[in-house]
């Protein structure tokens, strides 16, 4: 199997229980395609006045956010604390931090339906012990510049001063990851085997195949 590495500036943010409405706002959910919802991220916190899809004007940036500080404007890897992607099952918020530019998020725990939504659209979450983020946490306040290597095959994460922390995934996450697949495309991996079993079953059963019985 082919590996993946990712490779960027983390973004710390030290709170529990991100919902995904803080993570895209719900007048965003109008719109059902998977891109153009990067400038969206974090909407509430990001921006000191309120938007919608429909807002074209140049809104004023919360300076006291991180996404709007230097060098964290231009992360790419999320260190978050417990439970992360709680709250509506909104699939919206991973097309955000996709679209964003995000390839990966870093907590002890993350909300079941955001979990499977992530991975369905090869959104990398990674879930590491408490000591662990805590002692990135501690690092990134000594050191705002701070780069992980996240090894997807191998299943490593490498700090800065070079700590490796390992981390599990299934064999089917890693798969949607390195490859990049949706459910259309893991399914279409089988093509082959899904035309012989049609055929079969056209030999077996042709009336379920014949439109005049409709």
């Given at each position: 199997?082919?590996?993946?590495?990712?490779?960027?500036?983390?973004?710390?943010?030290?709170?529990?229980?991100?919902?995904?409405?803080?993570?895209?706002?719900?007048?965003?959910?109008?719109?059902?395609?998977?891109?153009?919802?990067?400038?969206?991220?974090?909407?509430?916190?990001?921006?000191?006045?309120?938007?919608?899809?429909?807002?074209?004007?140049?809104?004023?940036?919360?300076?006291?956010?991180?996404?709007?500080?230097?060098?964290?404007?231009?992360?790419?890897?999320?260190?978050?604390?417990?439970?992360?992607?709680?709250?509506?099952?909104?699939?919206?918020?991973?097309?955000?931090?996709?679209?964003?530019?995000?390839?990966?998020?870093?907590?002890?725990?993350?909300?079941?339906?955001?979990?499977?939504?992530?991975?369905?659209?090869?959104?990398?979450?990674?879930?590491?012990?408490?000591?662990?983020?805590?002692?990135?946490?501690?690092?990134?306040?000594?050191?705002?510049?701070?780069?992980?290597?996240?090894?997807?095959?191998?299943?490593?994460?490498?700090?800065?001063?070079?700590?490796?922390?390992?981390?599990?995934?299934?064999?089917?996450?890693?798969?949607?990851?390195?490859?990049?697949?949706?459910?259309?495309?893991?399914?279409?991996?089988?093509?082959?085997?899904?035309?012989?079993?049609?055929?079969?079953?056209k030999l077996k059963k042709p009336?379920?195949?014949?439109?005049?019985?409709?």
């Open positions: 199997m082919k590996n993946k590495v990712i490779q960027g500036q983390v973004i710390p943010i030290n709170q529990s229980n991100i919902d995904t409405d803080a993570i895209i706002p719900k007048q965003y959910l109008k719109s059902i395609n998977k891109s153009g919802f990067g400038p969206y991220l974090f909407d509430s916190l990001r921006y000191m006045d309120p938007g919608d899809l429909a807002t074209t004007s140049k809104r004023k940036e919360n300076p006291d956010f991180i996404l709007n500080k230097k060098p964290f404007r231009n992360g790419s890897i999320i260190v978050a604390n417990d439970n992360f992607g709680c709250g509506s099952s909104r699939e919206h918020a991973v097309w955000a931090l996709k679209d964003y530019g995000i390839q990966a998020v870093i907590s002890t725990s993350f909300a079941d339906i955001f979990y499977r939504n992530s991975f369905k659209n090869s959104l990398l979450l990674i879930i590491i012990k408490k000591s662990e983020l805590e002692t990135i946490f501690r690092s990134l306040t000594t050191n705002p510049i701070y780069n992980l290597t996240i090894d997807v095959q191998n299943q490593t994460i490498t700090t800065p001063d070079e700590t490796c922390i390992q981390f599990d995934i299934s064999d089917s996450e890693k798969e949607r990851i390195i490859f990049d697949l949706d459910d259309i495309e893991l399914s279409l991996k089988h093509a082959d085997k899904i035309r012989d079993y049609e055929s079969k079953i009336w379920l195949f014949n439109k005049n019985n409709e």
